[in-house]
């Protein structure tokens, strides 16, 4: 619809059911059948304290007639039924609390475990932002909203025991009021789907403001570096403005409700007064005078809940949509399927590529029938221009793709058939952005194997280059690394994204090198740290230096996602083809002969 634009479904968004909606909350609450017991008894007594207050006033009606003396027992009864209705309430509430708060909690580790479980293909497609905002947004408006529902399913029961009571008195006036039901319904029916509609779309919304203000913050240091703060603060406000109609829309709609009930209600008031004074003034069917102002009475009481159904409908969807948006995240499917589930205790580390070919988005192949046999403890240098493959091949071997045909061995076995979690707790990946986490340097060490003690850290961090690294920082390895690592160098932020490499030991080891450039000293010691590796384990490389190139003991060259050049940096030289381009392109001026020569040259132009 017109009225809510720009604001489309993401790829794994799903329609549900009403039906299946609630099936599938009530697998959460059911967890609770003790506290739902006493909320249910709480229910009732609150309901049935609701009837009773106007069946006391309508019978002290009919006795004062009589006994004027009554005035006192109508009191006493008003506050004790006034009393029970308070305590049963407030435990009601009290237990509803906890039981809705759980529920929003499992909901909540539910989405987030499904968001850490997607793979890579996932977060290509789809922004974090809009992710943190269903784990978070949306979870907390479905509890929102189902408080509200319970304080409507107290109202309903209430009108469940009035109409008993209506019913025993007058079948003509409770029947009258009955027939208006229908038409509410009706409304309510009709409501439906726009209200749907509008809560969707608010709800996208708010996504895409959490996702806009999470990019910004994230990305504050470049703004700042480029003086975008003013272009970042105008995308902000056309996100948030979008929002805010949006919402507006929404609330336009949902304000519809009450107006149109309100003038229905009036009409059934209306009715029901005149029947009622026709049927008191009529000696062959008279009712009293308190049964016609009970009647009047449960008209209120009896329509109020009926009006709040309707307009309960409106925020029901706001909750079935939010609740339909955190199911769609915990259902998403990855598109990495293993066709096993094999235990890995360890691996050799022998990688076969057969006819393997891939793309990211089923259109453009990034590699075509890619042949590749890596031996046991064999180190592989990738190089090629930006797009040749080099990172895609790493990317499979970790299994965050998956690829559309061929197969991938490991150690003879098919790579689908591993458990990931234990094939991976297996690989040592260290990206071209090393991520730090906020905390210690040795923290981040041991991210990769929270057993390791203090003392084996220290000394994994010691054997490179005698830890001098760690004498520039203020407390050592206990030194804080700030947001993402900021309070580090990039050097050091490789130095330890690979110590947190090596203190787990792995078998397949695959380094996407940074291209910053870093002083000698730093990247004497990361070569010294890659080499260490490089001797325990398998390792596939997507080389950017010249040392760690040199250091690999087979060198692919890769355009277009094929092989066209292998061997040893010193026979590709020699060939003088696309390897030796790529040298002197990008590594020659890496090479101590080529800053050697660079000196004698500077010393022979400062001296004429």
């Known amino acids: 619809m017109g009225m809510f634009r720009n604001l489309d479904a993401d790829k794994y968004d799903r329609k549900y059911t009403d039906l299946y909606l609630a099936q599938r909350i009530w697998r959460y609450m059911k967890r609770y059948r003790s506290q739902l017991s006493g909320i249910a008894i709480g229910f009732t007594a ?31 009864g008003l506050a004790a039924a006034a009393v029970i209705e ?14 809705v708060g759980n529920t929003v909690a499992n909901m909540r580790k539910d989405s987030f475990e499904s968001a850490v479980e997607r793979d890579m293909a996932f977060y290509d497609h789809n922004k974090t932002g809009k992710i943190v905002s269903r784990i978070t947004s949306d979870t907390q408006e479905f509890g929102d909203v189902m408080m509200f529902t319970s304080d409507v399913i107290a109202q309903l029961m209430s009108v469940g025991f009035l109409l008993l009571i209506l019913l025993s008195r007058s079948v003509t006036l409770t029947l009258v009021l009955l027939l208006t039901i229908p038409v ?14 509008a809560t969707r779309q608010g709800s996208r919304a708010m ?3 959490n996702d806009q203000i999470q990019e910004s913050v994230t990305g504050i240091t470049v703004a700042k570096n480029f003086r975008r703060e003013a ?11 979008l929002s805010y109609d949006t919402n507006l829309r929404r609330g336009f709609v949902l304000a519809l409700v009450f107006p149109t009930m309100t003038i229905l209600s009036g009409m059934s008031i209306a009715l029901i007064m005149y029947a009622g004074a026709r049927t008191v003034v009529a000696p062959e069917i008279a009712i009293t005078a308190g049964t016609w102002y009970l009647f009047i009475q449960g008209v209120d009481r009896f329509l109020f809940p009926i009006i709040n159904l309707v307009a309960f409908w409106s925020q029901f969807q706001q909750g079935l949509a939010s609740a339909e948006r955190v199911f769609a995240l915990i259902d998403a499917e990855n598109t990495v399927i293993q066709n096993d589930n094999q235990l890995v205790d360890n ?16 259109e453009q192949w990034v590699v075509k029938d890619f042949d590749l046999h890596i031996q046991r403890g064999e180190s592989i240098a990738f190089v090629g221009h930006t797009g040749a493959g080099k990172s895609t091949v790493a990317k499979l071997v970790s299994r965050f793709y998956e690829f559309q045909s061929g197969d991938i061995r490991i150690d003879g076995r098919d790579i689908r058939s591993f458990n990931l979690q234990s094939f991976r707790s297996r690989l040592g990946i260290v990206p071209q952005q090393p991520f730090l986490f906020s905390g210690s340097i040795i923290e981040n060490i041991r991210y990769a194997r929270p057993n390791a003690t203090d003392a084996e850290v220290e000394a994994l961090a010691h054997s490179i280059g005698n830890g001098e690294w760690l004498d520039t920082l203020p407390e050592g390895l206990y030194s804080d690394v700030g947001e993402r690592g900021a309070r580090l160098s990039m050097g050091q932020r490789q130095l330890v994204s ?18 910053a450039s870093i002083d000698p000293f730093t990247e004497m010691q990361i070569q010294e740290a890659i080499d260490m590796i490089l001797a325990q384990s398998t390792s596939i490389l997507i080389a950017h230096r010249l040392s760690t190139v040199q250091s690999a003991d087979r060198i692919i060259v890769l355009r277009d996602g094929a092989i066209i050049e292998e061997g040893s940096h010193e026979a590709l030289i020699a060939q003088d083809g696309h390897y030796a381009e790529l040298y002197n392109t990008y590594f020659r001026h890496q090479s101590l002969s080529y800053i050697e020569n660079s ?7 400062v001296g004429d």
């Open 184 to 197: 509410y319904v009706v409304v309510a029916l009709g409501m439906r789907n726009l209200a749907r509609m």
């Open 86 to 99: 308070y305590l049963s309430n407030w435990g009601r509430r009290r237990l509803l609390t906890r039981v």
């Open 599 to 605: 000196r004698e040259r500077l010393t022979e132009v």
């Open 498 to 515: 690979l110590l947190r490499v090596m203190i787990q030991k792995p078998s397949i080891f695959i380094l996407d090198e940074a291209t």
């Open 347 to 362: 691996i050799h580390g022998e990688i076969e590529f057969e006819k393997v070919s891939f793309a990211y988005d089923d």
């Open 231 to 241: 272009m970042i603060y105008n995308e902000f406000v056309d996100v948030n403005t």
């Open 46 to 76: 609150m309901a049935i304290m609701q009837a009773i207050r106007p069946i006391i006033i309508a019978l002290g009606v009919d006795a004062l007639q009589s006994d004027t003396g009554v005035l006192e027992a109508i009191f006493i």
């Open 207 to 209: 996504a895409e403001v």
